[in-house]
């Protein structure tokens, strides 16, 4: 692989890479919100007897944003679940080919499986503009979408992660290293 072709492919795994990132800092400001909303709603309840539907299910819409969006994040920073018993013990070249087969096995037919399960759920939620009863968001269809958002951002960092992990089984960064400069980018 010629040196330029590197480079490229190490561009765009790093925009690849910066976007899930951004996405990933705008999700950390949810669990901010969240603490104000739900100090809001005890107050609002417990002290001035009111309670509000449409405030109390922002906090659900906000825990879901959270995570649903957060995931490809987790993923990015390699601070996903893993089970370390063996992996730890790897050079980084046979890490590099564990998270390949791992992403090419695991990763993407999940988020796979999830896009194409949720795909017709989610349209039937905007086809009819769905919203909550009783006072409270009328942006259900909003929420529903994230069962979308979820592979799709996953999707796009695990392209990341196979360029990362390709270069690192060429011969190239490893991934530790990626991960430090992508990290001080955003400091």
């Not at 909003?142 to 011969?171: D, N």
Request: with cysteine; aromatic share 10%; proline share 3%.
């Amino acid at each position: 692989m010629t040196r330029q072709r590197l480079q490229h492919l190490k561009r765009w795994q790093q925009r690849l890479t910066a976007f899930t990132c951004g996405v990933g800092h705008l999700c950390a400001w949810f669990s901010l919100a969240m603490v104000l909303l739900m100090v809001l709603v005890v107050v609002l309840r417990y002290m001035f007897g009111i309670g509000n539907i449409a405030l109390q299910e922002s906090l659900i819409y906000l825990h879901g944003s959270l995570f649903m969006l957060g995931a490809a994040y987790a993923l990015a920073l390699d601070e996903h679940v893993r089970v370390d018993v063996f992996y730890q013990h790897f050079s980084p070249r046979k890490r590099a080919l564990v998270n390949v087969l791992g992403t090419l096995f695991l990763l993407l037919p999940v988020c796979a499986a999830i896009f194409g399960l949720s795909f017709q759920y989610v349209v039937r939620s905007w086809a009819g503009l769905e919203r909550s009863d009783n006072g409270g968001l009328p942006l259900v269809f909003l929420l529903k979408s994230l069962l979308l958002a979820l592979p799709a951002l996953l999707t796009l960092q695990a392209v990341a992660e196979l360029i990362r992990h390709g270069l690192t089984l060429a011969g190239a960064t490893p991934p530790q290293e990626a991960l430090e400069d992508e990290g001080d980018a955003w400091s």
